[in-house]
């Protein structure tokens, strides 16, 4: 059974930053395609990112290129988003996501960010 | 980025009757390997998203034979042909075909 547990949600200033995790189990890791999909609280979904399996192509949405990185470690089944330069729209609950057919598929239950001072 | 427009944004549905969604896209979805990457999200209140179809019009594993997708091009829809209880939430369109993926705003299915 596919399970994705993210971690690394919290409360932080606006300016600072955050990296996420997101531990893989139950499927090959290495052999998907990951991305981390957002929804700020009572609105709908925005894909943040998503990355190669290998890590060599990178996508991010216009609203968080230059401040949002997003990587795995194959040999940890994890993948990671660092994100830089928060602000309050990035709010939100982050998810991780396998990729299936260009689509997020089997999500975990997500990990709540809040940007706040 | 690629437009994602739904309708109706709020659906009551009486139990047992049919519902339909309708999704656009503000440009074509198919890829350059002759797919069209259109999906459909069910978010149950207080879960997590699942997808229910990919590609247009196949259901993903464990998904009732209820739910059903077609288009082509730019226009899509989603059609539930008896609505259950269960299946009250939100509704999301998604395209993969033009990266980054792209969403529709969703649509609140609910019980009249």
């Known amino acids: 059974e596919v399970q994705l547990v993210e971690s690394g949600g919290g409360l932080v200033q606006p300016g600072g930053s955050l990296r996420l995790s997101c531990a893989a189990s139950?499927?090959?890791?290495?052999?998907?395609?990951m991305s981390w999909v957002r929804q700020a609280p009572g609105k709908g979904l925005e894909w943040v990112a998503n990355i190669k399996q290998d890590g060599s192509e990178k996508y991010y949405v216009d609203s968080v290129k230059g401040r949002f990185t997003i990587s795995r470690d194959n040999a940890k089944n994890s993948l990671y988003l660092q994100m830089n330069s928060l602000r309050a729209e990035d709010t939100a609950v982050y998810y991780c996501a396998r990729m299936d057919s260009r689509a997020p598929v089997g999500w975990g239950q997500g990990t709540l960010v809040t940007v706040s001072s | 980025d690629v437009v994602m427009t739904q309708s109706p944004l709020s659906l009551p549905v009486t139990l047992g009757q049919p519902a339909s969604i309708s999704c656009r896209s503000s440009q074509s979805l198919v890829y350059i390997d002759g797919n069209t990457y259109l999906n459909w999200f069910q978010q149950r209140p207080g879960q997590s998203p699942r997808r229910l179809i990919y590609k247009v019009s196949n259901r993903d594993s464990g998904v009732p034979d209820r739910f059903s997708g077609s288009g082509s091009g730019t226009d899509f829809t989603l059609k539930i042909s008896r609505v259950e209880a269960e299946d009250v939430g939100v509704y999301y369109c998604?395209?993969?075909?033009?990266?980054?993926?792209?969403f529709g705003q969703g649509t609140k299915l609910e019980i009249k």
């Open positions: 139950g499927f090959t890791f290495r052999s998907y395609w």
């Open positions: 998604m395209q993969g075909t033009h990266w980054p993926g792209t």
